[in-house]
């Protein structure tokens, strides 16, 4: 059995994911740049348990490095999931080029590297992002995606596009995940539920854009690895799955509703909305639910009292 190559690895969902493959026996290769788009050290806080597991290794390094990238292919290597990216909606309006270098450029030097070592599998990191503002709900994968606004969607569409590329020209099984917004346990620091906690249970006010209205299909961390791990299994010729938990909530009441975990009462400093911000996300996951097995589980009341219980044991 080969090795499984993870990009991002030390990333939110990469080093959930790390923890569950070392779980059922699998050998990892950890690979990471430890980017300063968020703090190292969080970083490399995620990553820690996985750093002593005999079938783990941990490499530091850039996807767009094709040299380091080689180096992780010298064993067999049976499967990559890229996770890899740089993320978000608004710093890929500020910075629009390095989203495309890192989201495109970083994709190719993967997908390249896997398709000459060989790799029978390669997993892709997408976004429901790729929707954009799509006026059909839920949002199904037959749906038009030509319509991204921000770069950071378009970077997403353009990886999608590159992986069909190599999978039509050299018989490569590829599957791409389309995310809709992951929360849980070591959720970035700049995503809103991680955000807005910090900032209820310090009594300071949270920033909202819009009048509450916008909606999120916000996605537990537990099971977009379950759909990850199923995706790894399943993997074969070109596929695209949403992983969603198909519960959208408005912002307003996801405001509502971290207030009741917390049992304290947000401050509320109402904002303009945001250029790149989407209106609503919504998964259909009748695909991933056929295809997979894939199955969500965890409602967002629940979820939201698992993230407050790791927050106030970590921060």
């Known amino acids: 059995m080969g090795a499984i190559i993870v990009t991002g690895a030390a990333g939110f969902v990469g080093s959930?994911?790390?923890?569950?493959?070392?779980?059922?026996?699998?050998?990892?290769?950890?690979?990471?740049n430890f980017d300063d788009f968020y703090d190292p050290a969080i970083k490399r806080s995620n990553i820690s348990k996985c750093l002593d597991h005999k079938s783990f290794s941990m490499h530091d390094g850039d996807t767009r490095d094709a040299d380091a990238v080689a180096k992780l292919f010298a064993g067999e290597v049976e499967t990559v999931v890229h996770l890899a990216a740089r993320a978000g909606v608004r710093p890929s309006i500020v910075e629009p080029q390095r989203c495309q270098d890192v989201n495109v450029g970083g994709t190719t030097v993967m997908i390249e590297a896997a398709r000459n070592a060989k790799c029978p599998k390669f997993i892709l990191a997408s976004s429901s992002s790729v929707y954009g503002n799509n006026n059909k709900i839920p949002f199904a994968e037959s749906d038009n995606v030509d319509f991204p606004i921000s770069p950071y969607?378009?970077?997403?569409?353009?990886?999608?596009?590159?992986?069909h590329t190599y999978a039509h020209l050299f018989d490569m099984n590829v599957t791409c995940l389309r995310f809709f917004t992951v929360y849980g346990p070591r959720q970035r620091p700049?995503?809103?539920?991680?955000?807005?906690?910090?900032?209820?249970?310090?009594?300071?006010?949270?920033?909202?854009f819009g009048d509450g209205s916008t909606s999120r299909d916000y996605t537990y961390i537990d099971d977009i690895i379950d759909g990850v791990v199923r995706?790894?299994?399943?993997?074969?010729?070109?596929?695209?799955?949403?992983?969603?938990?198909?519960?959208?909530?408005?912002?307003?009441?996801?405001?509502?509703?971290?207030?009741?975990?917390?049992?304290?009462?947000?401050?509320?400093?109402?904002?303009?909305?945001?250029?790149?911000?989407?209106?609503r996300t919504f998964a259909d996951v009748d695909l991933a639910k056929r295809e997979l097995g894939y199955n969500p589980k965890t409602h967002i009341e629940d979820g939201l009292a698992k993230f407050v219980e790791w927050f106030r044991t970590n921060n």
């Open 153 to 163: 969607a378009a970077s997403k569409k353009a990886a999608e596009l590159i992986a």
């Open 16 to 32: 959930h994911l790390c923890e569950r493959l070392l779980d059922q026996g699998q050998q990892v290769i950890g690979f990471d």
């Open 190 to 208: 700049d995503l809103a539920i991680h955000k807005f906690t910090k900032l209820i249970e310090s009594g300071e006010p949270i920033p909202v």
């Open 231 to 279: 995706s790894i299994e399943k993997c074969n010729g070109y596929k695209i799955y949403n992983l969603g938990e198909s519960q959208p909530i408005r912002l307003d009441e996801l405001i509502a509703a971290i207030e009741i975990a917390l049992d304290k009462k947000a401050v509320i400093n109402r904002l303009p909305n945001q250029p790149g911000d989407v209106d």
